[in-house]
């Protein structure tokens, strides 16, 4: 074991200063638009001609991570530090067209163009010696052009890079960096106020830098979308989405300690009809039902409804509840997929357009398909590679995970937060590892505490 170095001291000892210095900075007399409404998540910016706005930002976070390995126990605790620069390129947002500098108001622009960019650097500070390997800078851009994007006919072409960064669940080296891009572009015919079609297409590539990962978490995904929406009333419309999705993995089986999965490509098909709406100025709601289905090379199909509804209930004009649930399928590293079905309920209070309080609770039940022999027909039995299935051979996962966040925005462009975050995984499964011996508890509580600082121009 070795102790923090000296340099490291000194990064955290000027990390607390910036954040307490932070608290000095004078409260302007006045929201401008921007910091009232949090829908919008940048600040008035710099223009660059009659068109272009420069977004720069600059996000810092300190705090303890108790559980940086998601270990069952024996956890390794450790101080956290997030630096996050951001930096954004746009064509006028709403709050200058609705504004009358420039002569801009009324105008309706036939191009809207994004370009986004943030690093994130990450890193983990405590006495053991493995935490100095966590160190690592992740990445997420996207750049987006809307063509006629007020017209009846719209063209919208976008892509999203993400580097991310997690730590892993066993005290080993590398993180489980993944690297995942979707490009995809999008037509919509809007032939009046109360009618719109869609249709999009998108394609995702997920690769893992590691490599003994990327058979289980490696894919590439077409997505073809089509969508229906139509506003019957003031406020409430009827809608539909439909979605086809090849998946093809990146290799056919997966080899843990030993034990061979079968893994498959597979088509997801799915349909959904809605109704989204606000039916009184206090009491909305958002409902999808339908129909999802997956077919695999081998194993277990997947054929269920699907959906997610939500309620929500304006206690008063600048604070909401939000409580819904949702029924998907989700791919899976070990088997064919798993059912997610996952409860959530929510709260935000704005206090005069500056100060934020969120709390969101989630409750999570994940169920796995069948997990089969390598050759994708005899089902496994417990053993080494797993352990604690139930009698249908698959696995159930209860998850929950509870935040509590608030913001305090200072001036136009500074603000300072905190959150609290917990996660919980609840299952006696256990799960072969490919780095060390004998099987690993997928089990773990994890507490995470920041506190930070953000500047958004």
């Not at 923090?4 to 200063?17: D, F, G, K, P, Y």
Request: neutral net charge; charged residues 20%; proline residues 4%.
């Amino acid at each position: 074991m070795c102790h923090v170095s000296t340099s490291r001291n000194a990064r955290l000892a000027v990390l607390i200063v910036l954040l307490s210095a932070s608290t000095l900075v004078p409260v302007t007399a006045s929201a401008q638009q921007w910091v009232a409404n949090r829908s919008y998540t940048e600040g008035i910016g710099i223009k660059l001609g009659s068109s272009l706005v420069f977004h720069p930002g600059l996000g810092v976070e300190a705090g303890y991570d108790s559980n940086v390995f998601f270990a069952d126990e024996d956890s390794v605790g450790a101080a956290r530090l997030r630096i996050v620069p951001t930096l954004a390129l746009a064509t006028l947002p709403p709050q200058r067209l609705d504004d009358e500098e420039g002569g801009l108001t009324g105008k309706k622009p036939t191009l809207e163009f994004r370009f986004g960019f943030a690093g994130i650097y990450e890193d983990w500070f405590g006495k053991d010696q493995i935490l100095d390997d966590r160190r690592d800078f992740g990445i997420q851009t996207d750049v987006g052009l809307v063509i006629f994007p007020y017209g009846k006919f719209r063209l919208r072409l976008y892509d999203e890079f993400a580097r991310s960064i997690r730590a892993p669940n066993e005290a080993m080296v590398a993180n489980y960096t993944l690297d995942r891009n979707t490009a995809g572009i999008g037509f919509s015919v809007v032939p009046g106020t109360a009618l719109e079609v869609g249709l999009d297409y998108r394609y995702t590539l997920n690769f893992y830098e590691l490599p003994w990962l990327r058979t289980a978490g490696n894919y590439h995904k077409h997505d073809i979308n089509l969508s229906f929406k139509w506003k019957f009333l003031p406020k409430t419309a009827f809608v539909f989405t439909g979605r086809v999705s090849p998946y093809m993995r990146w290799g056919n089986s997966l080899d843990s300690a030993g034990y061979v999965f079968p893994l498959s490509d597979s088509v997801d098909v799915s349909a959904m009809v809605g109704l989204v709406g606000l039916f009184t100025p206090r009491f909305g709601l958002a409902l999808n039902v339908g129909y999802g289905a997956a077919f695999f090379g081998k194993g277990d199909d997947f054929d269920s409804f699907i959906g997610n509804a939500e309620l929500r209930f304006f206690v008063t004009p600048m604070s909401a509840i939000r409580a819904g649930f949702i029924r998907d399928i989700q791919p899976s590293y070990f088997t064919n997929y798993y059912e997610r079905n996952e409860w959530y309920l929510a709260y935000e209070q704005l206090i005069a357009g500056r100060v934020l309080l969120s709390a969101k609770f989630r409750l999570g039940y994940w169920k796995y398909a069948v997990l089969y022999q390598d050759d994708g027909a005899g089902v496994l039995t417990v053993s080494d590679a797993f352990t604690n299935l139930d009698k249908n051979h698959r696995v159930d996962w209860p998850v929950l995970k509870a935040m509590l966040f608030a913001e305090y925005r200072i001036t136009d462009w500074i603000a300072i937060n905190a959150t609290f975050e917990y996660t919980g995984n609840f299952t006696d499964t256990r799960l072969a590892s490919t780095v060390a011996s004998g099987a690993i508890p997928e089990s773990y509580n994890k507490f995470e505490v920041f506190g930070g600082v953000r500047a958004m121009y």
